[in-house]
Structures are given as structure tokens and as C-alpha cells.
């Protein structure tokens, strides 16, 4: 496995657009820390970046590499090598070298100019919304053939997540504000990484209290330690789900 | 050492495979000839494990190869078109092979050294000619000496000096006892080369005996007018083909 992940590692190194993802929110951060002394709209401001651009990015360069990686995994399995350990070798490879950008893009102006804890939440944030479009991404490359249908597909879902659910959240909540809806849309945010992400990063910036009740429900259920392993657990979830589906269909694949 | 019972494949509503049963036994060198689409490479690639059968067995040296893959260390395969990364020098990939393995074997560097690869290990395989990359792909083919060889159109944009060169490798590691699958539409190279005749239509094995054995039946020579006999008798069973034969001929007329 450690022999396939470092293949596909190099190779990803080698196209060089993972530098430039990495100089992109290098200069994005430094940019902000710039531009307010305040750390907390600092990190505000970078919220918005890491919950918008990251997935984008994640997804849609993970889809191109996998199609570019077609001949790799064509050669690969003339080899005596498990298929599994192809599939998955690409994957950790995959997540490990955005994950590495976002860690050293964003991580190292933090320590840089110093942040706290909330810094932390938003690296954690990152980090696992990367390796959640990953795997959204290595899922709509395994099931179609044609490139460009896997990139719409991948697209799509990063707009379902960012754009189109948030929308469809907000009609319901508006529809029904007259009842209780804390425990629904709790259930109906852990449906979308990206709401769940934010709401992590918001109860860490203090200003939940803009939410009103709502927001002091969730301070209360995510400030406790049952809060943090639920989020965990369901992000987890997200990454792990679309990968076991991808490995068992690219098992069955014909190359 | 390798044996298919009642393979099929289908891919949608099309048959590629149709129940195929063939042995391929070590020591001999088989030619597996057909018309353009009538399966062998999906034969090919279905005991590899690249493309999944809808049923049927294969079995190598005796076990089965669903869901394993380290028989695969007993194949050397050469694609028809050979795909590589297109970033990675010959060079590293050469290196990338051979590291891949766990028990790496030793080498056998023959072709890389006839075909002057050596010389080039620093280009990019996406600068490379179609030639040159049929020879990157017959060198990894023979590089661990497997035991079982698959040639996919091995002789295809090759020029005549390295078309000789591979020629004298098969039938050296022939002779030394290895089992060999070469599919060519070339038909006097496999004259050489090969022992036994698979002929496959449409997603069946239409003929599968001795090279010998077919020549004496047809009463031929030379491996083409065997072969273009033993089309003329498997078209017959086929009205459908051969009525298009009868429209080429009224065509050229």
C-alpha cells in the first residue's frame, strides 16, 4: 500500500498544482491577517474561504486526478497488486497531499501570527471537509466511464452541499418557525458536512448568540464534549460512507 | 495451467463472451486468432482480472482467481495499446515495476537492453512513439520472466529490426517451457511462433487444436490459407456473414 500511496504522490506533486493550491490560501491567509488585526474576524473571514473554496477544489481536482490516473491503475492491475489496495492507495494519496496544503496553507501564517483555539476548529474543519469531498469525488469517478459526466456530477454535489441545501434548510425552517425545530434541523444539518462544519466554527467564534435560540440550543449541545463526538462521528461518516461504496464498485469495474 | 469453463461476459446487451471452455497447458505457445471484436482481448483481460466475467470459472494453476490477485505474479501481459502515465520517465517506471512488488524476482532485462532502451530512460513516456512504447510495454511483459505470457498484438508498430528481435525472445522463452498467448493479426509470424490455434467468432472458441492438426485438415501450408479456409467454414455456418461476403463480392464486381 505505502508503495502505491507514494506513486500516486508523486505524480500529484509532479502536475505542481497542488503547490499552487497551497501558495493560493498561503497568500489568502496572510492576506487577512493583513488586512485586520482582530484574530477572531481573521479566522471569520477565512471560514468563509475554507467552507467555500476547499470543497470546490477537493472535489474537482480529485475527479481530474482520478481520470488522469487511469493509465496508472490500468498498469497497476496487470501487477500482482490488490485492486483495494489501488483504489485506496489513490485515495490516501489524494487526501493526504490537500490535506497537506490546507495544513501548511492556512496552518503555518496561524502560527505565524498567533491564534487560538478557534484556529485549531477551523484547520479541523478544513482537513475534514477536504477528506470529505474526496470521497464524494472518487465516488462520481467510479460510477461513469465518461470524464466530463464525473466532473458535472462532482460539481453538482458541491453545490447541492453549499448552496442548494442551505436553501432548502432555510425554506423549511421559515415554513414551520411557529414549532420546535431545534432537534429537526439538528438531524437535517448533520445531512450536509459543509452546514455541519460551519456550525463547529461558529460556536467556536462566540457568536452563536446571533443565532438566538437556536443557536443557544446548539452552544449547548455542541459546547458539551457529546456535541464534539457527534460532529466527529458524523463527519467521519461522510468520509468513510462514499469511500466503501466507491472501493466496492471499482472492485466490480471493468478496466 | 490455465483452464476456463463456461466463461461469459456481457457488457449491457452485448455478448462479448458467449461460454467460453479453454485449456491453456505450459510448454506451449498458442496463436488466438478472430475478426476485430470477436473477444479476445475481453478473454484476455478476463483472466487478469481487468475485466469481470458475468460468469463462468477461470482457473490458474488449479485455483480460482475471483476476488485474489497474486497469481498475477505468474503473468506477464503486453497490451494491446500501451498505456502509461504520461509525467513518469521509462526510467522510473522501469523502477516503479519493480519496486511494486513484494518479493521483487530477479530481472530479466534482455528486451530492455535490445531494444536500446537504456539509451532513453530519461524521456517522458508521453514524448515517446507508438513503437517505442510497444517496446517499454514488451519489456515489462518479459521483465520478471514470468510463466505465462499474454501478448496482445505484440508485432503492431514495431519496425522490422525490433519485429525480429521480439520474435527471437518468444521463441527462446518458448523453448525454455513457458506457456505463451500471442493474438496477432499477422498471421505468418504466429506461424513461427506458435504450437496450437485458438480461433474464437463472435464470442466463442470456433476451433482450438494443433497447428499441425489444422493444416493437415485444411490441407494447407501456411498458417494464413488454413486460417482463411477455416473462416470460410465458419462463415458458412453463419449465413449472416457470409451474405456479406456476397455483398463485398457484388460490390467489388
Keep these: 500500500m505505502t508503495r502505491v500511496i507514494k506513486y500516486v504522490f508523486y505524480d500529484i506533486l509532479r502536475t505542481r498544482f497542488i503547490l499552487l493550491y497551497t501558495l493560493f490560501l498561503l497568500l489568502c491567509t496572510i492576506a487577512m491577517f493583513q488586512l485586520d488585526s482582530d484574530t477572531g474576524k481573521v479566522i471569520l473571514s477565512l471560514m468563509n474561504i475554507v467552507l467555500m473554496v476547499v470543497p470546490l477544489i477537493s472535489i474537482v481536482f480529485s475527479t481530474i486526478h482520478f481520470y488522469n490516473s487511469y493509465e496508472f491503475i490500468e498498469l497497476m492491475l496487470a501487477q500482482p497488486v490488490d485492486r483495494k489496495v489501488i483504489f485506496l492507495g489513490e485515495y490516501f494519496a489524494v487526501a493526504f497531499s490537500l490535506s497537506l496544503s490546507i495544513l501548511a496553507g492556512v496552518g503555518i501564517p496561524m502560527m505565524l501570527y498567533g491564534a487560538d483555539a478557534s484556529g485549531f476548529t477551523l484547520l479541523y474543519a478544513g482537513v475534514m471537509l477536504t477528506l470529505v469531498f474526496v470521497s464524494l469525488a472518487f465516488l462520481s469517478s467510479v460510477l461513469t466511464r465518461d470524464k466530463a459526466k464525473a466532473i458535472g456530477v462532482a460539481l453538482l454535489f458541491w453545490f447541492y452541499f453549499s448552496l442548494i441545501y442551505d436553501g432548502l434548510l432555510l425554506w423549511i425552517t421559515y415554513t414551520f418557525m411557529d414549532y420546535p425545530l431545534e432537534r429537526l434541523t439538528l438531524t437535517l444539518i448533520s445531512f450536509n458536512p459543509i452546514d455541519m462544519a460551519r456550525i463547529l466554527m461558529l460556536l467556536q467564534l462566540d457568536i452563536s448568540a446571533l443565532m438566538g435560540f437556536t443557536g443557544a440550543f446548539y452552544k449547548n449541545f455542541f459546547g458539551s464534549s457529546t456535541g464534539m463526538i457527534f460532529s466527529t462521528a458524523v463527519l467521519f461518516a461522510w468520509i468513510v460512507m462514499p469511500v466503501v461504496i466507491a472501493a466496492r464498485v471499482f472492485n466490480r469495474k471493468d478496466l | ?253
Design chain 2, 1 to 253: 495451467m490455465i483452464s476456463i469453463q463456461q466463461l461469459r461476459k456481457n457488457f449491457g446487451r452485448l455478448q462479448a463472451l458467449k461460454g467460453i471452455d479453454v485449456e491453456f497447458r505450459s510448454g506451449k505457445s498458442y496463436a488466438m486468432i478472430g475478426p476485430n471484436g470477436s473477444g479476445k482481448t475481453t478473454l484476455i483481460k478476463s483472466i487478469l482480472g481487468m475485466v469481470i466475467p458475468t460468469s463462468g470459472e477461470i482457473l490458474v494453476d488449479g485455483e480460482n482467481i475471483r476476488h485474489h490477485w497474486s497469481y498475477r505474479e505468474k503473468i506477464g501481459y503486453m497490451p494491446q495499446i500501451g498505456q502509461f502515465p504520461d509525467n513518469m520517465r521509462i526510467g522510473q517506471l522501469l523502477d516503479m515495476i519493480r519496486n511494486i512488488r513484494q518479493h521483487p524476482p530477479a530481472v530479466d532485462e534482455e528486451l530492455v537492453e535490445a531494444f536500446q532502451l537504456n539509451a532513453m530512460l530519461d524521456k517522458r513516456m508521453h514524448t515517446l512513439s507508438g513503437g517505442t512504447r510497444q517496446k517499454v510495454s514488451a519489456a515489462l511483459a518479459f521483465l520478471f520472466s514470468p510463466p505465462v505470457l499474454f501478448l496482445d498484438e505484440p508485432t503492431s508498430g514495431l519496425d522490422p529490426l525490433s519485429v525480429e528481435i521480439l520474435k527471437e525472445k518468444i521463441v527462446h522463452e518458448k523453448e525454455r517451457g513457458k506457456l505463451i498467448v500471442i493474438t496477432s493479426h499477422i498471421l505468418s509470424d504466429l506461424d513461427e511462433l506458435t504450437t496450437d490455434v485458438v480461433y474464437m467468432h463472435e464470442g466463442t472458441v470456433k476451433y482450438n487444436n494443433s497447428l499441425e492438426t489444422l493444416k493437415e485438415v485444411t490441407g494447407e501450408q501456411k498458417l494464413g490459407k488454413a486460417i482463411a479456409n477455416l473462416m470460410r467454414s465458419v462463415s458458412a455456418q453463419h449465413p449472416r456473414i457470409h451474405k456479406s461476403h456476397e455483398k463485398l463480392n457484388t460490390i467489388v464486381l
